[in-house]
């Protein structure tokens, strides 16, 4: 009788596990519909109350009714979350139920070697992977691509910019294309990576990066924000911030896309140090924004277009984003961000939504591509790559390419108008 009894509980917890009732909680992301104005109230106070990180919108500001908010929930906040969510019936469902195996797979690797073949560019990468590539790339082509450190970062780690170069013509304009300005969002630095892989390997094969190339010196920086995206990789992966210290509250980190002198720390941003969108002490405070800044100021004569890549939401942005008014060649910027998403739509069958940033998104002020455009850098944009919630910063490796290609014929469409656009005028030769 004993034994029966040993081999009925057995029997049981073996079906108990099997149906699920005992499974280990693993993080996950949730897609929560606010419906009323207690409701937004209420989730306002889960995303900063509780262990959690806001996906969409960036900052709990910004939720409102009837829209679609994205949180991470870790495993050791999921059932007081989802409890609080029924109690006040608030809309929700789990976009990914395995947020910890798709972390798992993204930091996977079998090798740091860019000459592995193109498989290489299909992963995501650490920062020292990232350093040795810069390294190799430019020992691999030293005729092409020249090293150029701007300064370091607030835990004093190198910002590199790669220059590429392929004539030396008079009066040669350049684009500037940064990546990893938030350091959760993995597939931008992927996408820089990319592109000089591209850009490298395709001139004098494909028309228009020959003729980009031909016309245009490229300078990418493909970690804007090393300290902070070495910390997604350690510690936390939701980190988007950089990582230095607040002397006034002891909280971590300035929203370095907050930090740009362009309508600084108005609506938009945040002069609390432990949110998201803090916009740090004073415009340019942090060692990241500075840099760069003082890069393009020199070269604000030959670079003519500037290009921010973000994730996620699929977007083509122009200025501003810090203020609602409309840019002075609006008409120019929204006609090139549509045929850019005309041409992804056509291609890749995938939708991108286009415009200035305050009108399609909400304001931000502090932007890189604002300060950018104000200091004369008529052409200058953000793009958010993929996607469009189902996977967020969790992008698996498996959509690198798709989102690389998808983010290249945008930078490839945009670029060749503004050749065109910024080309000295032939006219007929003058007679005395």
């Known amino acids: 009788m004993k034994t029966l009894l040993i081999l009925f509980v057995l029997m049981s917890l073996d079906k108990l596990l099997r149906t699920g009732h005992c499974q280990e909680t693993r993080d996950q992301i949730l897609s929560i519909t606010p419906k009323t104005q207690e409701q937004v109230d209420i989730l306002k106070n889960v995303s900063t109350q509780y262990e959690t990180a806001l996906w969409q919108p960036v900052a ?19 059932e007081t979350v989802k409890d609080l969510l029924q109690t006040h019936a608030i809309t929700h469902e789990v976009l990914l139920a395995n947020a910890n195996e798709l972390i798992e797979m993204q930091t996977r690797n079998d090798t740091t070697d860019p000459r592995s073949g193109a498989t290489f560019y299909e992963r995501y990468h650490s920062l020292e992977d990232i350093y040795h590539w810069i ?46 300005i938030h350091a959760r969002e993995w597939i931008s630095p992927a996408f820089c990576l990319w ?60 929203d370095l896309n907050r930090n740009f002198d362009a309508n600084w720390c108005t609506e938009g941003a945040s002069d609390d140090p432990c949110t998201e969108i803090y916009c740090g002490a004073f415009p340019e405070s942090e060692p ?37 008014e409309e840019a002075e060649n609006h008409r120019d910027l929204l006609e090139m961000v549509q045929e850019a998403a005309q041409k992804i739509r056509r291609f890749y069958r995938n939708n991108y939504q286009y415009g200035a940033g305050a009108k399609t998104i909400y304001l931000a002020p502090g932007g890189s591509d604002d ?14 790559l993929q996607d469009r919630g189902r996977y967020g910063f969790l992008l698996p490796p498996s959509h690198i390419s798709r989102a690389c290609n998808e983010a290249l014929t945008a930078v490839k469409t945009i670029a060749l108008k503004v050749i065109e656009k910024t080309r000295a005028p032939t006219g007929p030769p003058q007679t005395l």
Not at 205 to 221: A, E, F
Not at 300 to 324: A, E, G, N, R
């Open 371 to 384: 300060w950018a455009y104000n200091l004369g850098i008529k052409y200058s944009f953000t793009f958010e």
């Open 288 to 324: 990241e924004s500075q840099h760069v800044a003082d890069f393009l100021r020199s070269h604000k004569d030959t670079v003519q277009l500037y290009l921010s890549i973000h994730s996620y939401s699929q977007m083509l942005l122009f200025p501003y984003s810090c203020k609602l």
């Open 195 to 254: 592109f000089v892989h591209y850009s490298l390997s395709f001139y004098r094969q494909n028309q228009d990066i020959t003729d980009i190339l031909d016309n245009m010196d490229v300078y990418i920086l493909p970690v804007m924000n090393p300290d902070g995206y070495k910390y997604t990789w350690t510690t936390n992966r939701m980190w988007r911030k950089n990582r230095s210290v607040s002397r006034s509250s002891g909280c971590i980190g300035v």
């Open 135 to 180: 390294n190799r790339t430019q020992q691999d082509n030293p005729s092409t691509v020249k090293m150029i450190l701007i300064g370091s970062s607030s835990e004093k780690r190198p910002l590199y910019v790669l220059k590429l170069s392929r004539n030396n013509r008079p009066d040669k304009k350049a684009m500037w294309i940064d990546c990893g």
């Open 60 to 78: 709990s500001q910004y939720i409102k009714e009837e829209t679609q908010v994205h949180l991470f929930v870790p495993a050791n906040s999921s």
